[in-house]
């Protein structure tokens, strides 16, 4: 597995790849970053903004839990779906990218259980799983949904920790670590 593989950009990847050993600090620091969902939030307001009756008070596919929630789900079960998704979808992640798996089918696999992440959560939460995902939406609505925040960063950073112990106890190769040159 490469930096440049599946895990730039998103903190909790990084994250939990590092903690199963699979990725070091020095080599995966210059690719953390939280731009990209920022930039997705802008265009699809661009695009949405433009459609008759738009209201960006309805909460432009913000995350939210309690009365934001779409199924006004409690903080606690939003906590709970976010980091039991995130931990499988990071633990699927590791195993279709690890050395063993059959080569060309990690995208098939890595699709269909975001997919499947989708249909269980959009209901509680509008689904998160990516702390860059969440933040760019929340700047865009403000008030509420910057104060839930917290919980579509906290959440990812616990599942992508979990997901990386996860692995790393059932790996059969948990110190694979990818490295590169240091700057």
Not at 122 to 132: E, M, Q, Y
Not at 138 to 165: C, E, K, N, R, S
Request: hydrophobic share 45%; glycine share 14%.
């Amino acid at each position: 597995m490469t930096a440049s593989g599946p895990y730039p950009c998103h903190p909790w990847r990084s994250g939990s790849v590092r903690v199963a050993h699979r990725l070091s600090v020095s080599r995966n620091d210059r690719y953390c970053a939280g731009g990209g969902g920022i930039a997705a939030a802008a265009l699809l307001y661009v695009i949405a903004s433009g459609a008759p009756g738009f209201d960006l008070a309805r909460g432009f596919a913000a995350n939210g839990y309690g009365e934001h929630s779409p199924g006004h789900y409690s903080l606690f079960v939003c906590l709970v779906t976010e980091v039991a998704m995130t931990m499988m979808f990071l633990f699927i992640i590791m195993g279709a990218t690890h050395g063993k798996a059959p080569a060309g089918f990690a995208p098939l696999a890595i699709g269909l259980c975001l997919a499947l992440i989708h249909l269980v959560s959009i209901p509680v939460t509008n689904t998160s799983v990516n702390p860059a995902r969440s933040t760019g939406p929340a700047l865009f609505v403000g008030g509420w949904a910057l104060q839930q925040l917290w919980l579509f960063w906290v959440a990812p950073l616990i599942g992508g920790a979990l997901g990386g112990v996860l692995y790393r106890w059932l790996s059969d190769e948990p110190s694979l670590s990818v490295t590169g040159d240091r700057d």
